[in-house]
């Protein structure tokens, strides 16, 4: 190879740049061995190599035949395979090119612990190495090498190279494309100083422990090699002529489904745009697998406007699809595999790259020149055979050609211009959701900020309601039919023209989710138009004015809405969820439709509760809460789900909340605790659900926070961190108020005094729902239940003083927390919503997880 390279270059010196070569992208599979987890676990391995370019999925009997069992590719790799046959089979000429100027690049594509780090850090190592002996080998000319590592990480691009962490620019470069600014290269000068670099971007890469990688990347990784040369012979001359590309060696994050990489908190927000990245380079394939047709959307995500040249631009490519064998992965693998059959029908057109010197430049436009001044000056003579109509028609035929070319361009500037139209909507939208949102929370409550925009703005599933308005539902028809991929419509929204398949599986995996209600409060008829105006009225006082004109006019916050709305039953096959069961609210403000859950009437507490009441009695999961953080804001807003969930976790993880609560909040002492108790984690369950009841009520904590948490943790085990949390919380808030000290918590000051207020307030304005959540039969019933004169005066605010007052009284809490939860919208199926927030806290349990009595009467609740 090198002596041939030597004499091409020798002789592009003096010519011209060769012609792009059109190739198809290499695709090689490697199945990697079941690891210890999986072989502990008793995992069966599902695929095999059945030989050099095939795998096969073995268990096609348990799964049907809805997905082809045999996928073939340029080469397939075993369990047991070295990473270096890997390297040499393939990946090594791609690399290779990029020394006869050639743009390179290499990368691993797969699922969270697959591989991908294991493959690329061997494919590098191997290929420099290979770069390196080249070099020595081929002394006739002058090498230069540059090294330069970024890392895309939750869409910022930071320098591997750099300890400042400030991210990057790109910028569009109109004959490079995209180009990353100010990125720090080293020009290497040996094989040491190159390890040094690797090590240097090893340290600074983001790494996390999921539950499936203890070392998982989480960001995207891009290695860069730039290699200049010239002939020595050359150097400094009127014709010399200098080879430069780049290979790239990209180390992708993984593709991750969040239940099962047990991501919370910050690993959630990674996996979210681990994933949502993902899904944009999958969907950047898949149209070029079809042939370039259309608008493709590179720039939807930093890694697709980054790899653009990679994918089907100038440059060879070799993507190493890596495989996990286990039967708990055949979801994600077969994810990978269709990306690696769209990738394999992509086809990119590398050429070599050449930069003449100036001298050489000149000289080549002088003599262009002097080429067309002699046509000038002779012009060549009609041939006697030429026809000026064959002439005619030639031109013609040309302006057709681009007469139809413009047609296409227009429809593409047209379609480009929609799109940029729609997202122009979007962002407006989201703004002013964002303008429209802040009177709804509690502004001064940390849970109510922050959480809710760094949700990435994907709108939230559909959401049901806990008590029929009127209808009675069949239980199994009332369980609310939760989207298992509630990101879809912020999909749809984004890549309007995605089909389904490979598409729809990435969108399950961003699990990003804004579940903010609030807004849905806002007025629905005449009275309620009232209340929430009066109540404005009054927290415009409260928080200095703050968007309270904006929000005077309900008809502002409303703005566009969109919605496709499906009736029960309309489910799609294998889900239970309606096909277009989505609706996209802008500003981001879904509304509860659809489904309704078993009536509230005729003992509606057994009903709830299930069968005895001995069931009942585990009901009571409670959950750290803020007491003087009302749910209901200062503002009138009822706090989100999602900001009390978010809140939540923060609580559990923040280690300075737990050092103003006494240490021994500090979860690696709870974590010991609960696996201690586990055995006897009913009974344990049980006394500390009953504690929460009791504190609750001394400490007035509010209402929607004792539902929420109610309704959310139902007594597994693995809630038990969340449930010690909040018993200590609220024990020290006790103590602290009984010897008439104030208490801290989130930034508030909180008082019983406070906190008995912001109780009252939030009453009050639960009260002033019940008009309009519950229908005037809905209402009697309510009020024969709790005991309330049918026709007595302000039975409204009667009623909302009955909820959860009577804590040792677990019926009326089963109770009280529908009422609450049918007044503020809360509606999900609670582990689903844990697991949708990422709140799976999960301790080290014994693998055998005991049912509670009370968990099943939730389910059945739910
Ligand atoms: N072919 C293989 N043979 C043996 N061990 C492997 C192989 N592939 C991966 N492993 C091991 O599996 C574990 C996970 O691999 P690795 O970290 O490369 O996965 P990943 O796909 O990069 O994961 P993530 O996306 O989470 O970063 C590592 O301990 C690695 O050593």
């Known amino acids: 190879m090198g002596a041939i390279a030597g004499e091409e270059l020798k002789k592009m010196d003096k010519t011209q740049v060769p012609v792009a070569r059109e190739e198809k992208i290499m695709v090689l599979v490697r199945l990697r061995p079941l690891n210890e987890k999986e072989i502990l676990a008793n995992e069966a391995a599902d695929w095999e190599c059945i030989n050099d370019t095939t795998v096969l999925y073995r268990n096609t009997l348990r799964e049907g035949s809805t997905f082809p069992s045999a996928y073939t590719f340029d080469r ?9 046959q890997v390297y040499e089979d ?10 006869k100027g050639i743009n390179s690049s290499i990368f691993a594509y797969g699922q969270t612990s697959s591989g991908k780090t294991y493959t690329m850090t061997g494919i590098t190592e191997f290929a420099v190495a290979d770069i390196f002996d080249y070099i020595f080998k081929h002394e006739d000319r002058a090498f ?12 910022a691009i930071r320098d591997l190279l750099s300890p400042d962490s400030t991210p990057l620019r790109l910028r569009d470069d109109p004959e490079k494309g995209a180009v990353v600014e100010k990125t720090t290269e080293e020009v290497l000068r040996d094989w040491n100083h190159l390890k040094d670099l690797i090590s240097v971007c090893e340290a600074q890469r983001k790494i996390g422990e999921t539950s499936l990688n203890q070392k998982s990347s989480r960001s995207h990784q891009i290695i860069k090699l730039t290699v200049e040369s010239s002939a020595r012979e050359f150097l400094g001359k009127e014709n010399s002529a200098t080879l430069i590309a780049s290979v790239n060696f990209i180390d992708l994050a993984g593709s991750e489904r969040a239940s099962q990489a047990l991501s919370a908190g910050a690993r959630l927000k990674e996996g979210c745009h681990i994933n949502r990245s993902l899904l944009t380079l999958g969907t950047v394939i898949r149209k070029l697998s079809m042939g370039r047709q259309g608008h493709i959307n590179y720039r939807d995500s930093k890694l697709t406007r980054i790899l653009q040249p990679c994918l089907g631009g100038n440059a060879r490519t070799a993507i190493v699809c890596t495989l996990s064998p286990a039967r708990s992965h055949v979801e994600q693998t077969r994810n990978t595999l269709l990306f690696a059959c769209c990738a394999k029908e992509v086809t990119t057109k590398a050429q070599i790259n050449v930069v003449m010197s100036d001298k050489a430049l000149v000289k080549q436009l002088q003599r262009e020149l002097a080429r067309l001044e002699s046509e000038l000056r002779n012009p ?8 000026c109509g064959v002439v005619l028609r030639k031109k013609d035929l040309q302006i057709q050609k681009m007469e139809k070319q413009l047609v296409e361009m227009t429809k593409q500037r047209d379609l480009a211009q929609s799109r940029l139209e729609d997202y122009m909507r979007m962002v407006e939208q989201d703004e002013s959701s964002k303008a429209g949102t802040p009177h709804f929370r509690n502004r001064n409550n940390k849970w109510g900020d922050g959480s809710v925009s760094e949700a990435s703005g994907v709108v939230d599933p559909d959401r049901t309601s806990l008590i029929s308005d009127g209808t009675s539902t069949p239980l199994s028809t009332a369980r609310a039919p939760l989207r298992s991929h509630p990101d879809e419509d912020l999909e749809e929204v984004l890549s309007p023209d995605r089909s389904g398949d490979q598409s729809e599986e990435y969108c ?3 699990q990003c989710i804004e579940v903010d209600e609030s807004a849905s409060d806002i007025v629905n008829n005449d009275e309620e138009r009232a209340d929430a105006e009066t109540h404005l009225g009054h927290s415009a006082t409260a928080n200095g004015g703050t968007g309270v004109a904006q929000n005077r006019n309900p008809s502002s916050v409303r703005s566009v ?6 009736s029960r039953g309309d489910t799609a096959p294998g889900t239970s969820t309606p096909p277009d069961a989505l609706e996209i609210d802008y500003p981001g403000r879904p509304e509860v439709h659809g489904i309704a859950f078993p009536e509230l009437e005729s003992g509606s507490g057994n009903k709830l509760l299930r069968n005895d009441s001995m069931s009942s009695r585990g009901t009571d999961s409670t959950e750290a809460h803020s007491v003087g953080t009302p749910m209901v804001g200062e503002d009138g807003g009822i706090t989100s789900i999602r900001s009390f969930v978010e809140g939540l976790k923060e609580m559990v993880s923040d280690p300075d909340n737990s050092g103003k609560m006494g240490n021994d909040i500090g979860l690696e002492a709870m974590e010991k605790e609960v696996s201690g108790t586990m055995t006897n984690w009913a ?11 009791e504190l609750w009520q001394t400490c007035h904590v509010s209402l929607v926070h004792r539902t929420y948490f109610f309704l959310l943790f139902t007594g597994d085990q693995a809630d038990s961190i969340y449930i010690g949390v909040e018993l200590r919380r609220l024990s020290f808030m006790k103590e602290s108020f009984s010897q008439g000290n104030k208490a801290f918590e989130r930034g508030q000051t909180l008082t019983v005094a406070s906190s008995l207020k912001a109780l009252q307030r939030e009453r009050r304005m639960l009260s002033k729902l019940v008009g309009k959540r519950f229908s005037v039969e809905e209402r009697k019933r309510l009020y024969e239940k709790f005991g309330i004169d049918v026709n007595s005066k302000r039975r409204r605010l009667q009623l909302a003083n009955q909820l959860w007052s009577k804590p040792k009284d677990i019926t009326h809490a089963v109770d009280s927390a529908a009422v609450v939860a049918k007044l503020v919208r809360f509606v999900e199926q609670g582990r689903a919503m844990k697991e949708m927030f990422g709140l799976s806290f999960t301790p080290p349990l014994p693998t055998t997880r005991r049912s509670l009595t009370w968990r099943k009467s939730m389910t059945t609740f739910f």
């Open 508 to 510: 399950k995996e961003v």
């Open 561 to 566: 809405r969109v919605r496709k709305s499906w």
């Open 380 to 387: 060549a003579p009609a041939s006697s055979s030429c026809d």
């Open 76 to 84: 397939v790799y075993r369990g047991e395979c070295p990473t270096r």
């Open 683 to 693: 009974e344990e369950f049980n006394r500390q659900r009953e504690q929460i009841l």
């Open 90 to 99: 393939g990946p090594k000429e791609v690399a290779l090119s990029v020394v």
């Open 144 to 155: 230069v090498v540059k090294f330069s590592a970024i890392e895309i990480y939750n869409e």
